[in-house]
C-alpha cells in the first residue's frame, strides 16, 4: 500500500486541481441541464483551508468560476450543500429570515466507526479488507431499498476516501422533498437503534417486515464469511457473551456449556439455531423463532446511517471527487455493478495520480511530434483517476436520458387535444 505524506497535500492539490479534477462532468451533474434558473447558482459550496480554515456559503456563476476559484483557494475538502432560495455568496444581505434551503439530493452517510461495537479486526478510523464487507453489505441493502422499495432511479454511490461510503440520490422528485418525508425514508431503512449503553439493538416480532426479509436474504450471502469465519464472532468466552446478551436468559446456561465443547464460531452459530429452534417448538419461549438469529444477524451486518446528514436539507456532505487529508485517497464514485469488488485501498490517491501526470508530461515533451490537442487532453484520462470519472459519466447519462424522457413526456401532453 502506498504510503501518503500529509506534507506534500498542497502541491498535490494545486497540480489535482488544475489538471485532474473532472470540472466539466462535475458541473454538468449539479446544473441538472439547467432545470432551473438559478439552480447551480444558488448552491452553497464549502471549502476547508490549510489549517482546518472553514468556508461556507461560498456560490458560483458557472463552471468557469467554480474552476478559478478552487484553484486560487486550493481547498483540502469541498463540501455540497443545498440550493437555497438566494445566492449563499449574499446570503448576508438578504432579509432575516428569508435564506432558505430549498432542495438538495437525499443523501446517506455510513461510517464505519459506527459499527464499533460489532467488529473486531479495527477500531476508530482504521479499516481493513475484512471489516469493508459491511459497507458492501451496507450498499447492497439500501441500494435495493431505494431502487425497489421507493423507486429511485438516480443514485449516486462514493467511497468517503477514509473509512466510509457516501449515497446521492439525486432524482429531481427527490430533491425537492421535505424534511420530515427524509426523516420518514431513512426511518424506514433504520433497524440499529440504541446508544453504547444498549446491548440488544435490533428488536423484531412475528410479522416481519419485506424489508427486513429482503435484507437478511442480502446478509446471509456474506454473514458466514464474514462474521463466522473473517470477524470470529464467538471465537472465544468474551465474545460470545456479547451475543449471549441478545438471546432469552433462559437460553444462557445451556448456550454457555455447549459453546465450550464447539470448535468454531460456525459451529456455535449452528447449535444457537438449533437450540433456538428446539424452544421455540417446545413452546418455551415464543421469542425464539428464526428472527431470533435474524436479530443478531442484523445487529453484526445491517447498515448504521447517520439519521442527521439524511434528514437535514441545508446538512453539507463531502463532495465526490475531493481528497481525502489524511489517507490522500480520492473520493471516487463506486460502480454498482462491481460492488464486490470494490476495494478501498486500491482507490488512487492524489500522490499516484500526480506522480502518473508527471511522467506522462515528461514523456510529451520529449516527444515533440505529439500534438497540441492530444497534449491538452485532461490530465485524468491518463491516470489511475479515468476509470472512476467514467462511472460517474455513466451516471451523468442517465440522469440526462431520464430528463429528456420527461421534456419529451411534457411536450406530448401538451399536444393532446
Known sequence: METFDSADLPELLKLYYRRLFPYAQYYRWLNYGGVTKNYFQNREFSFTLKDDIYIRYQSFNNQSELEKEIQKMNPYKIDIGAVYSHRPSQHNTVKLGAFQAQEKELVFDIDMTDYDDVRRCCSSADICSKCWTLMTMAIRIIDRALKEDFGFKHRLWVYSGRRGVHCWVCDESVRKLSSAVRSGIVEYLSLVKGGADIKKKVHL????HPFVRRSINIIKKYFEEYALVGQDILEDRESWDKILALVPEMMHDELQRDFQKCQSSLQRWEHLKD???KYQSNNKNDKCGPWLEWEIMLQYC????????????????????????KTGRISVPIDLQKVDQFDPFAVPTISSICHELNIISTNEEENEAES?????????KKTGLAPYVKVFEQFLEKLDESRKGELLKKSDLQKDF
Open 302 to 325: 445491517f447498515p448504521r446511517l447517520d439519521i442527521n446528514v439524511s434528514k437535514g436539507i441545508n446538512h453539507l456532505l463531502k463532495s465526490p471527487f475531493s481528497v481525502h487529508p
Open 275 to 277: 437450540t433456538a429452534s
Open 372 to 380: 497540441d490537442v492530444k497534449r491538452k487532453t485532461r490530465g485524468y
Open 205 to 208: 416480532s412475528e410479522k416481519i
